[in-house]
């Protein structure tokens, strides 16, 4: 029988947004009673006296400024062999469309609004755990000086599960970190639009918008469009449900392929919550026709 490899991304994810609760609670018990989530290998975060936002149960803390924090995790082995697990210490970035993400070990974001600028010690840990028993792995933070915002990111841990024959499956769990020194006041206004451009897919060609949120602010559950015009004619649009864009991070909107002549188009995207709206927009120029 051939070798056979199922990746699968099992994320326990648990962000806060001064009272609005995001992906999912790190909670053991969620994992497991979620469909296809293993029921050998767990992580879930140890709380302790961690001064958390009010209702919560990851690392959602209400940090201080030259504050030292501990933030350790517990990993279960619950299987009858013995399980390697690394563990990861990552920024949160923004993936394409708006999804946030927690598992880039390359997402640098800058200075102060990086959490890996303010961990002591290695980012990377290797464990591996006998049969049925676990091990605590602690990430240590130093706050120093925050500034008024969030900064965002997650630990990351994964292992091979279901060791079944000749199929292996990757299973990674994420514990939400925040550092939050003040209330989160997201601004949509403050969005830019930096850039638009045409690149190519292997479906064919797609435009591309890319926008930065330059603020240490946490953006959730936004809706809105993104619209290709020529003059008042539109040529393509692509409605966008529940984006939501990490602090001082970039993202990039696509649209999918479709045939356009060369020419000049605008660019439009439009995001609102609540009362608060943006729309931002940039020329694009087509000089070969897009197939």
């Known amino acids: 029988?051939?070798?056979?490899?199922?990746?699968?991304?099992?994320?326990?994810?648990?962000?806060?947004?001064a009272g609005v609760c995001l992906l999912a609670t790190p909670s053991t018990s969620w994992a497991q009673n979620t469909p296809d989530a293993p029921d050998n290998f767990s992580v879930s975060p140890l709380l302790g006296d961690l001064p958390l936002q009010p209702g919560q149960r990851y690392f959602a803390l209400r940090s201080q400024d030259n504050t030292t924090y501990k933030l350790p995790i517990l990993v279960k082995n619950d299987s009858e062999l013995p399980m390697k697990v690394t563990t990861n210490f990552n920024n949160?970035?923004?993936?394409?469309?708006?999804?946030?993400?927690?598992?880039?070990?390359?997402?640098?974001?800058?200075?102060?609004?990086?959490?890996?600028?303010?961990?002591?010690?290695?980012?990377?840990?290797?464990?591996?755990?006998?049969?049925?028993?676990?091990?605590?792995?602690?990430?240590?933070?130093?706050?120093?000086?925050?500034?008024?915002?969030?900064?965002?990111?997650?630990?990351?841990?994964?292992s091979m599960v279901d060791r079944q024959g000749e199929i292996k499956n990757t299973v990674t769990f994420v514990n939400g970190v925040e550092l939050n020194s003040g209330q989160n006041r997201p601004v949509l206004s403050s969005l830019r639009l930096?850039?638009?451009?045409?690149?190519p897919r292997s479906d064919g060609a797609i435009v591309v918008a890319k926008v930065a949120n330059p603020k240490p602010q946490l953006?959730?559950?936004?809706?809105?469009?993104?619209?290709?015009?020529?003059?008042?004619?539109?040529?393509?649009?692509?409605?966008?449900?529940?984006?939501?864009?990490?602090?001082?991070?970039?993202v990039k909107f696509t649209l999918p392929p479709k045939q356009m002549p060369a020419g000049n188009y605008q660019v439009v995207l439009q995001l609102h919550k609540g009362h608060q709206a943006t729309s931002l927009h940039r020329n694009l120029v087509i000089k070969r026709s897009l197939n």
């Open 1 to 17: 029988m051939n070798n056979m490899t199922n990746k699968r991304l099992r994320y326990l994810i648990g962000i806060l947004c």
């Open 92 to 158: 949160a970035v923004t993936a394409d469309n708006g999804t946030i993400s927690y598992t880039n070990h390359q997402a640098q974001p800058r200075g102060r609004n990086s959490l890996t600028n303010k961990l002591s010690g290695s980012r990377t840990r290797h464990l591996t755990l006998e049969p049925h028993s676990n091990q605590v792995v602690i990430y240590e933070l130093h706050t120093g000086r925050q500034g008024t915002g969030v900064t965002l990111g997650g630990i990351t841990a994964t």
């Open 194 to 199: 930096q850039r638009v451009f045409v690149a």
């Open 219 to 250: 953006l959730q559950h936004l809706r809105g469009k993104i619209t290709v015009k020529q003059g008042k004619r539109t040529i393509l649009t692509q409605p966008l449900k529940d984006v939501s864009i990490a602090p001082n991070s970039t």
